[in-house]
Nanobody
Framework: QVQLQESGPGLVNPSQTLSLTCTVT??????????WTWIRQAPRKGAEWIGY???????GYTPSLESRTTISRDTSKNQITLQLRSVTPEDTAVYYC??????????????????RGQGTQVTVSS
């Protein structure tokens, strides 16, 4: 059984860096053709695809967030991390990590992901 668990601070001050970790169990993040993705959903908005890191460590980001985003991994811990810099209240959302098999194409449709975490609420506020 593959499980993903997001963790990180629930409250971040404006202009600071949001850092979240996704711990994966039941599968290796280096499994071929797996793409580990971050998606967020803000109140009253649709889900937004943030980016991914692949099984070989390559990354891709949505253009609107690319300049502020870094997705990385720790293969020894089987973890994926998200860093979002210079946050504003507009970054307040529930953040999810999810696994997609076979394609890194940007998608916020949950039907494209076979596993996802329960999500973690992040609020940007002073």
């Amino acid at each position: 059984q593959v499980q993903l668990q997001e963790s990180g601070p629930g409250l971040v001050n404006p202009s600071q860096t949001l850092s979240l970790t996704c711990t994966v169990t039941g599968d290796s993040i280096t499994t071929k053709y797996s793409y580990w993705t971050w998606i967020r959903q803000a109140p009253r908005k649709g889900a937004e695809w943030i980016g991914y890191i692949s099984y070989v460590g390559s990354t891709g980001y949505t253009p609107s967030l690319e300049s502020r985003t870094t997705i990385s991994r720790d293969t020894s811990k089987n973890q994926i991390t998200l860093q979002l810099r210079s946050v504003t209240p507009e970054d307040t959302a529930v953040y999810y990590c999810a696994r997609r098999q076979g394609s890194p194409s940007p998608s916020a449709s949950w039907s494209n992901y076979d596993y996802r975490g329960q999500g973690t609420q992040v609020t940007v506020s002073s």
